[in-house]
């Protein structure tokens, strides 16, 4: 069978053809075994996809059910993911929660000029005699460690 043939067995079994070219393949498949064995294959291969299908859409609303519940109203509120109050819980919880953690570190300040506290460790830049150096003392409570640097300023080559 060419391939001229199948596509218009394929055409008659979708409902494509016109009536005249409908009865001509009617009557091959009546005289031609190996046209009416591809028609016999075409039209399970269609109950097998139509059924497949079928059951993909189950559960699915249909159009028309689509169109009529976009023209319905929305609900007070809408989609939202949270409504109005709980938005507003969720905004006072926060301001708590904010609030108790500031409480027990708003009294915490620098002890002197130069030093900088957070939580439990410390830095001090020390004052020193040596020229373009600053020392620097890094203390931490917690593990007991201290630690002392030197930052040095690179020295500039003079202009002149």
């Not at 005249?20 to 591809?38: I, N, Q, V």
């Not at 904010?98 to 001090?124: M, N, W």
């Amino acid at each position: 069978m060419d391939k001229e043939l199948e596509l218009k067995l394929q055409a008659w079994v979708d409902g494509e053809l016109p009536a005249s070219e409908a009865d001509k393949m009617s009557a091959l498949a009546g005289r031609d075994p190996e046209a009416a064995a591809y028609l016999d294959s075409l039209r399970r291969t269609r109950a097998v996809l139509q059924q497949a299908h079928h059951r993909a859409d189950s559960g699915r609303d249909s159009w028309p059910d689509l169109e009529a519940r976009l023209d319905q109203p929305a609900p007070l509120g809408g989609n939202r993911l949270i409504g109005f109050p709980q938005a507003l819980t969720a905004v006072a919880a926060l301001l708590l929660l904010g609030l108790v953690l500031y409480i027990p570190f708003r009294d915490q300040q620098p002890r002197e000029s130069g030093e900088i506290s957070a939580l439990d460790s410390t830095v001090y830049l020390v004052e020193t005699d040596l020229e373009n150096a600053t020392p620097i003392v890094y203390i931490d409570q917690p593990s007991g460690w201290t630690l002392v640097w030197v930052a040095e300023q690179a020295e500039t080559p003079e202009k002149g």
